[in-house]
């Protein structure tokens, strides 16, 4: 057990539709990093919140947008869904923004996109 | 070319048996982790290395930066070690490997 939650753990939705997937952060962390692991792949990274502001950012268009709450709970939405969205998406939290301690992984929202 | 590269991509095992997992990387970092995923999706960070070599109950991990490769070995291998098993490297965001599926048979 991390103590990092995230919700839903699954969800089905249209193409076109808008997402939102939610991420609580173990208790201290201040960082929060969210994954994109399509199946038998390896994870994604997408982006990373540190004190409420975006502070790196991967390979992924601007319909992929986060957010990071005072409580450094997190939020990944994604507008205008495609097929290939569908995928496992993960949230770590962390002590350090500069990816040099430890992550701790949530379960992950399974979304299946139709 | 994927700048992490695990191999072998899939590892059946013998219970007991010793298993080394590799991962190899081709860009500057600041540290390497080794995960594990287990079916479902939850992922468990088992090391966390920057330089030499760590060791958690059967689990050792090494590294050497100046050749840029990390293994992973599980001593005395059992059915639930398996599970699939992910390198990433620390950069200014994180590259995954693929990971490595083993099952270890009873």
């Known amino acids: 057990e991390t103590g990092v939650t995230q919700s839903p753990t699954h969800l089905i939705k249209t193409r076109g539709q808008q997402v939102t997937l939610r991420c609580s952060s173990q208790?201290?962390?201040?960082?929060v990093s969210w994954y994109q692991q399509a199946l038998g792949q390896g994870p994604q990274f997408i982006f990373q919140?540190?004190?409420?502001?975006?502070?790196g950012r991967g390979n992924f268009p601007p319909r992929f947008s986060g957010l990071q709450f005072p409580n450094y709970s997190s939020e990944l939405n994604v507008n205008a869904l495609e097929l290939d969205d569908s995928a496992l998406y993960l949230c770590?939290?962390?002590?350090?923004?500069?990816?040099?301690?430890?992550?701790?992984f949530g379960e992950g929202s399974r979304l299946t996109v139709l | 070319k994927n700048e992490v590269e695990q191999s072998p991509q899939n590892l059946t095992a013998q219970e007991g048996e010793f298993i080394t997992i590799n991962c190899s990387y081709s860009?500057?970092?600041?540290?390497l982790h080794w995960l594990q995923q287990h079916p479902g999706g939850g992922i468990v960070s088992l090391f966390m290395?920057?330089?030499g070599k760590k060791k958690h109950g059967r689990l050792i991990a090494t590294i050497n930066i100046q050749e840029k490769h990390s293994s992973l070995h599980i001593t005395a291998s059992h059915p639930r070690d398996s599970a699939v098993y992910i390198c990433?490297?620390?950069?200014?965001?994180?590259?995954f490997g693929a990971g490595t599926r083993l099952t270890v048979k009873p």
């Open positions: 290395l920057s330089s």
């Open positions: 208790s201290g962390h201040n960082t």
């Open positions: 860009v500057g970092i600041s540290a």
């Open positions: 990433a490297v620390r950069r200014n965001d994180m590259r």
């Open positions: 919140y540190y004190r409420e502001e975006e502070n």
């Open positions: 770590a939290s962390s002590l350090d923004r500069e990816f040099t301690g430890e992550l701790f």
